[in-house]
């Protein structure tokens, strides 16, 4: 069982920046997939980012593209999503999800299609 460890959430300003990492408890980590979902208080969760094992490959949603970068360091067993220009719209709770199955062509965006999660990361962007 894979424990995931989110952390690096807390309030900036509208513009500001923050960088989450998910840590993973298993060496495996580093063969899967692995994404970043946020929940809105009344919202359902949305698919942010994911990227491939290798880190060579990496989607995003509309909503962030150009604004957030999805990393991983598969020595440390961490994958990052750097934040920038945030809004108050990117408030939400932040969770990496991890994937057994690798992809090729189509990203995977939604939540039953990961095996693993995190607890969570408030990020509180204020106007």
């Known amino acids: 069982q894979v424990q995931l460890v989110e952390s690096g959430g807390g309030l900036v300003q509208a513009g500001g920046s923050l960088r989450l990492s998910c840590t993973a408890s298993?060496?495996?980590?580093?063969?899967?997939?692995v994404a970043w979902f946020r929940q809105a208080p009344g919202k359902e969760r949305e698919f942010v980012a994911v990227?491939?094992?290798?880190?060579?490959?990496?989607s995003y949603a509309d909503s962030v593209k150009g604004r957030f970068t999805i990393s991983r360091d598969n020595a440390k067993n961490t994958v990052y999503l750097q934040m920038n220009s945030l809004k108050p719209e990117d408030t939400a709770v932040y969770y990496c999800a991890a994937r057994i199955q690798g992809y090729r062509y189509t990203p995977p965006i939604t939540t039953s299609q990961y095996d693993y999660w995190g607890q969570g990361t408030q990020v509180t962007v204020s106007s």
């Open positions: 990227i491939t094992w290798s880190g060579s490959s990496a």
């Open positions: 298993e060496r495996t980590f580093s063969s899967y997939a």
